[in-house]
């Protein structure tokens, strides 16, 4: 591992004390989470939050969670970075829309798929069975639906699911 080089003394220091010019001692906090290969990781963290802050977050924590925090903060800078404002907040924002709009399509896609139903039940009136089924009459006599009957299939979308748009009229 990187950190048994380090104590050797033959690996350079962490991208933070390279960043600081500083001497990276053996007991660097920063060096298991900012290698010297990764300049820009560490550079955005200490732009954004600073390293005496960084430093004072890592040593509150347990080992454990040390790596999580440090993604953590990693992924705020980035976000900071490109986005001074908003950070990553905006990026959820925007995912959040995407979520809106693609809830929109299926809550369309599933009224389509209702409004075939209630057109094919009304061409094929058999108590939803399949037209060529023996059971199911296509006389004159049977009764028809009208569409007075249907108005108030569209007025509660939210409530069609995956699974009330079952197999049971397609099944022929």
């Known amino acids: 591992m990187k950190e048994s080089s380090r104590k050797q003394g033959a690996a350079s220091p962490c991208a933070a004390c ?5 001497r990276c001692a053996q007991d660097c906090v ?10 820009q990781k560490f550079a955005n963290v200490h732009r954004v939050f600073g390293a005496s802050n ?3 977050m890592l040593q509150e924590l347990p080992l454990h969670q040390r ?9 705020e800078a980035n976000a900071r970075v490109r986005d001074p404002v908003y950070g ?7 995912l959040q829309q995407q979520i809106d709009e693609l809830q929109g399509q299926l809550a369309l896609a599933q009224a389509e798929v209702v409004h075939l139903r209630v057109r094919h039940s009304t ?3 058999g108590n939803g069975l399949c037209p060529d089924s023996p059971s199911s009459s296509g ?5 028809q639906v009208s569409p007075q009957d249907n108005k ?13 748009l079952g197999e049971s009229m397609w099944s022929c």
């Open 67 to 75: 790596g999580d925090a440090v993604s953590s903060m990693v992924y």
């Open 139 to 143: 006389s004159p006599s049977s009764k």
């Open 88 to 94: 990553c907040v905006g990026s959820i924002s925007s």
């Open 123 to 125: 061409n094929f009136p």
């Open 30 to 39: 920063f060096s298991p989470y900012f290698p010297a290969d990764e300049p």
């Open 18 to 22: 390279k960043l600081l010019r500083r």
């Open 152 to 164: 108030g299939i569209f007025s509660h979308m939210d409530m069609v699911d995956e699974a009330s």
């Open 54 to 56: 960084v430093n004072k």
